[in-house]
């Protein structure tokens, strides 16, 4: 089993993973809302790039440049397609790994057209010189194209037409300050609610011609860890087992039969997280524990433990990391449906060590 979280798309992915696997980007244009109004959630970063897109409609200017920071699977490169779409611009897409050199870039800026929308996904990973460049091109879209090497080599100005950046990045903290304050509108995206995400099974549901009531969509939402690409996700599989077990309706019933067939639990747990949970409360009554000990006792790798499944018991709430080990909280021995042992509180008088 690969629990790979990374954004490898050949990876097999499990299936609450948050990067995309291959079929997730087969369906995935399929699926993506086309405007904004379309758009789900995020109310206010819809409403803030509303008013940016409107008013440079209105002065028939190129819109500012545009920061997307936010997990994966959120709806960040969506979002730079619905820019493009609402300012009825061109879109251009590339990614920081895939420009090593600043000439790469170069060539990419060079070749836009007036009002263009340039969508860089994964920003943080752009290399050095590039990152320079692209400081003066989104500030006085211009760049300087060095010809030659060594003491001989001239900068060439080369003049731009006025173009929209979209950067997106999982990892904003990441960014140098220069280049986050070339942004003139930096969006922030947020876990979805669980009202959210219904909504977003409900109407991909409709797109895929799949029938589904509303405690349906709502069961799949619960489990969805607060992003769309997971709902997506989870509702094809649900089909699958309406379409062979039940008569292609999901209902709540289905939806939870299904999922409990892929050891997804009510929460959006998986096989994985569970274990780290049971380990931890069962083997070391709560913590605190080590994470060398806590994934040995899981069969996993440290990284694995710390990386794939920690973050999301974390957001949850039912683990914590202090500086003594990590430890579960009351909500955890809830969740695995244990009773703290004799001694231990389920964490409670563990507060001291969360402040530590
Ligand atoms: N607000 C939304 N409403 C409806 N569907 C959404 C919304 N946001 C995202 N989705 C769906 O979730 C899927 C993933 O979205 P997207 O590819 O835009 O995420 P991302 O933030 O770019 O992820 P990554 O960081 O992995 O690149 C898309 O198929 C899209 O249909
Ligand atoms: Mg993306």
Redo the contacts with the bound molecule.
Sequence with gaps: MNWDDT?DATAPERLVG???DRE?QA??AA???KDLD?????EKVREQLDLVLRAARARGATADHVLLS??????????SMIIAAEMGAPLRITSGPAIQHAGDLAAILSSLQEGEVLFL?EIHRMSRPAEEMLYMAMEDFRVDVIVGKGPGATAIPLELPPFTLVG?T?RAGLLPPPLRDRFGFTAH?EF?GPGELQR?VH??AHLLDVAIDPDGAAEIAGRSRGT??IA?RLLRRVRDYAQVKADGVITREVAGAALSVYEVDARGLDRLDRAVLQALLKLFAGGPVGLSTLAVAVGEERETVEEVAEPFLVREGLLARTPRGRVATPAAWAHLGLTAPAGADGGKGQQDLFGA
């Design positions: 954004t948050a990067s995309a997730d369906v995935e699926l993506r809302p379309e758009f789900i959630g995020q936010g997990a994966p699977g959120l709806g960040k490169t969506t979002l996904d997106a999982t995206m979805y977003v109407r991909s769309p690409r997506n």
